[in-house]
C-alpha cells in the first residue's frame, strides 16, 4: 500500500504556500500599522542610547494588528542594536500560555540563559534568579531586556498584578503589553500603577479598503496565479470588516475558502466558497468552545439559549432564575454566575451592555447572544 501522505501530498492544489494565511506569519511589510510601528519606536529608540525604554501598552480588538505590530518592530530594533555597541534582549511572552507570575519570570531566565525549572522554587529564589541577571554587563555592557506580555488581561485577571510590580521594579527592564481590553488596568492596584507610567498605543479596526489591501498582498504569497475571482476578496474584506476589522478572520476566509476550491477541484477560488468558509469557521469555533466548557456554563448557555428564543430581556436576575432551574439542585451561587458571563463576553459568545433604568431604579446588566442560534441550540443539546 502506497504512504498516504505521499498520495496527499501529490494531489492538486491552488496554494503555492499557505505560511503567509496564518495570523502569525510576519511579513516585510504592515499594510496600514505604520504609524502605530513608528510610535513603538519612538519609545523604544531610547535602548539604542542605553537608557531603558518607557514602559508600551497596545490596545486594540482581536485581529488589528497589534502582535504583529510589536513583533515587527521588535525585528527592526534588534536590527539597529546590531549596528551599535548596545546589547538589548526583546522577548516575547504570550499570557495564554504562561499564566502566572512565577511562570513568566521562570521562562524569562531559561531565555536569558539561567536554568530555572517552570515549577518547585518559590517565588522569592526565582525573582532573585531573574534579577541577578542584570547585576552582570556581558562584554562590558549592560543588559537592557524589553518584555512582550501579549493577551496581559488574561494573566492579570488570573494571578494579580505580581508580575507588573515585579518587571517595572527590575532594573532596565521594560514591559510592552498587548490587550485587546481598554479596562485591563482595573486588575493592576494603585501601588503597581505608580510604577508602571505606560504609553498607550490604540489600534483600531481594519476598514474594508485596508482588508483588502492585505490580502491582496497575502494572495500573492500563497495562492498560484489566477486562482481567485475578482469578488473574492472584496468579500472576504467586507466580511471581516463587519466582524469588527478583524485581520485574522478575513485571512480565515480566505485560507478556508482555498480549501473548499482544492476539495471541490475547481481549481479556483468562488465567491460562493466564501460564503461556504464563513458557515464552516463559525461552526467549527463555536461549536468546539461549547463542547469544551465546563458543565456549568454549558447550562448558563442553555439558560440564555431559552431566554432569547422566547424573546426575553436577558438580565443577569433572570438568567439566573432560568439557570437554577435547569441545574435542578446542582446550580452554582449568584455571585459566580457574574464570572461565568465575564468569561462567555471574552470568548465572544455573549456581550453584555449596562443601562439605567431611570432615577432610583439603578442600573441593569442585558445579555445577548453573539452567535447562530441554530448552531448554538444544535451543540447544547448534542452534548
Same mark, same amino acid.
Request: proline residues 2%.
Given at each position: 500500500?502506497?504512504?498516504?501522505?505521499?498520495?496527499?501530498?501529490?494531489?492538486?492544489?491552488?496554494?503555492?504556500?499557505?505560511?503567509?494565511?496564518?495570523?502569525?506569519?510576519?511579513?516585510?511589510?504592515?499594510?496600514?500599522?505604520?504609524?502605530?510601528?513608528?510610535?513603538?519606536?519612538?519609545?523604544?529608540?531610547?535602548?539604542?542610547?542605553?537608557?531603558?525604554?518607557?514602559?508600551?501598552?497596545?490596545?486594540?480588538?482581536?485581529?488589528?494588528?497589534?502582535?504583529?505590530?510589536?513583533?515587527?518592530?521588535?525585528?527592526?530594533?534588534?536590527?539597529?542594536?546590531?549596528?551599535?555597541?548596545?546589547?538589548?534582549?526583546?522577548?516575547?511572552?504570550?499570557?495564554?500560555?504562561?499564566?502566572?507570575?512565577y511562570q513568566v519570570i521562570a521562562q524569562l531566565c531559561q531565555k536569558l540563559g539561567r536554568d530555572v525549572p517552570h515549577r518547585g522554587w518559590t517565588k522569592a529564589e526565582v525573582v532573585n534568579t531573574f534579577r541577578?541577571?542584570?547585576?552582570?554587563?556581558?562584554?562590558?555592557?549592560?543588559?537592557?531586556?524589553?518584555? =512582550?506580555? #501579549?493577551? %496581559?488581561?488574561? +494573566?492579570?485577571?488570573?494571578?494579580?498584578?505580581?508580575?507588573?510590580?515585579? @518587571?517595572?521594579? *527590575?532594573?532596565?527592564?521594560?514591559?510592552?503589553?498587548?490587550?485587546?481590553?481598554?479596562?485591563?488596568?482595573?486588575?493592576?492596584?494603585?501601588?503597581?500603577?505608580?510604577?508602571?507610567?505606560?504609553?498607550?498605543?490604540?489600534?483600531?479596526?481594519?476598514?474594508?479598503?485596508?482588508?483588502?489591501?492585505?490580502?491582496?498582498?497575502?494572495?500573492?504569497?500563497?495562492?498560484?496565479?489566477?486562482?481567485?475571482?475578482?469578488?473574492?476578496i472584496p468579500l472576504c474584506s467586507a466580511m471581516a470588516a463587519k466582524e469588527e476589522g478583524d485581520a485574522r478572520y478575513a485571512l480565515d476566509l480566505l485560507r478556508t475558502a482555498g480549501e473548499i476550491a482544492d476539495?471541490?477541484?475547481?481549481?479556483?477560488?468562488?465567491?460562493?466558497?466564501?460564503?461556504?468558509?464563513?458557515?464552516?469557521?463559525?461552526?467549527?469555533? =463555536?461549536? #468546539?468552545? %461549547?463542547?469544551? +466548557?465546563?458543565?456549568?456554563?454549558?447550562?448558563?448557555?442553555?439558560?440564555? @439559549?431559552?431566554? *432569547?428564543?422566547?424573546?426575553?430581556?436577558?438580565?443577569?436576575?433572570?438568567?439566573?432564575?432560568?439557570?437554577?432551574?435547569?441545574?435542578?439542585?446542582?446550580?452554582?451561587?449568584?455571585?459566580?454566575?457574574?464570572?461565568?458571563?465575564?468569561?462567555?463576553?471574552?470568548?465572544?459568545?455573549?456581550?453584555?451592555?449596562?443601562?439605567?433604568?431611570?432615577?432610583?431604579?439603578?442600573?441593569?446588566?442585558?445579555?445577548?447572544?453573539?452567535?447562530?442560534?441554530?448552531?448554538?441550540?444544535?451543540?447544547?443539546?448534542?452534548?
Open positions: 500500500m502506497a504512504n498516504i501522505f505521499d498520495e496527499i501530498g501529490n494531489e492538486e492544489t491552488i496554494f503555492k504556500d499557505k505560511k503567509p494565511l496564518d495570523h502569525r506569519f510576519l511579513p516585510e511589510k504592515l499594510p496600514h500599522r505604520n504609524d502605530q510601528i513608528t510610535q513603538i519606536a519612538k519609545y523604544w529608540i531610547e535602548a539604542l542610547n542605553n537608557v531603558t525604554p518607557s514602559d508600551v501598552t497596545l490596545y486594540g480588538k482581536t485581529g488589528t494588528g497589534k502582535t504583529a505590530a510589536a513583533k515587527f518592530a521588535k525585528e527592526q530594533l534588534l536590527e539597529a542594536a546590531a549596528n551599535k555597541n548596545v546589547f538589548i534582549r526583546v522577548e516575547y511572552i504570550r499570557c495564554t500560555d504562561y499564566t502566572t507570575e541577578d541577571i542584570f547585576k552582570k554587563n556581558v562584554f562590558g555592557k549592560k543588559l537592557i531586556l524589553i518584555v =512582550i506580555l #501579549d493577551e %496581559i488581561d488574561i +494573566l492579570l485577571e488570573k494571578d494579580g498584578d505580581g508580575i507588573l510590580y515585579t @518587571l517595572s521594579r *527590575t532594573e532596565n527592564v521594560s514591559i510592552l503589553s498587548i490587550s485587546n481590553y481598554v479596562d485591563f488596568k482595573k486588575f493592576i492596584k494603585p501601588r503597581v500603577i505608580s510604577s508602571f507610567r505606560d504609553k498607550e498605543i490604540v489600534f483600531p479596526p481594519y476598514g474594508a479598503d485596508q482588508l483588502a489591501d492585505i490580502l491582496t498582498a497575502r494572495t500573492a504569497l500563497s495562492f498560484k496565479e489566477n486562482t481567485i475571482d475578482t469578488d473574492v476539495e471541490e477541484g475547481t481549481g479556483i477560488v468562488r465567491g460562493e466558497f466564501v460564503r461556504r468558509a464563513k458557515d464552516r469557521i463559525e461552526h467549527n469555533k =463555536i461549536t #468546539d468552545i %461549547i463542547l469544551t +466548557l465546563p458543565t456549568q456554563q454549558q447550562r448558563v448557555l442553555e439558560a440564555l @439559549l431559552k431566554l *432569547t428564543q422566547q424573546k426575553e430581556e436577558i438580565t443577569s436576575g433572570k438568567l439566573y432564575d432560568t439557570y437554577t432551574e435547569i441545574s435542578a439542585g446542582d446550580a452554582v451561587t449568584y455571585r459566580r454566575i457574574f464570572d461565568f458571563i465575564n468569561e462567555l463576553e471574552m470568548l465572544g459568545i455573549i456581550s453584555t451592555n449596562t443601562i439605567s433604568r431611570g432615577r432610583g431604579k439603578g442600573r441593569t446588566n442585558i445579555i445577548q447572544l453573539q452567535c447562530d442560534l441554530e448552531l448554538l441550540e444544535n451543540t447544547i443539546y448534542s452534548i
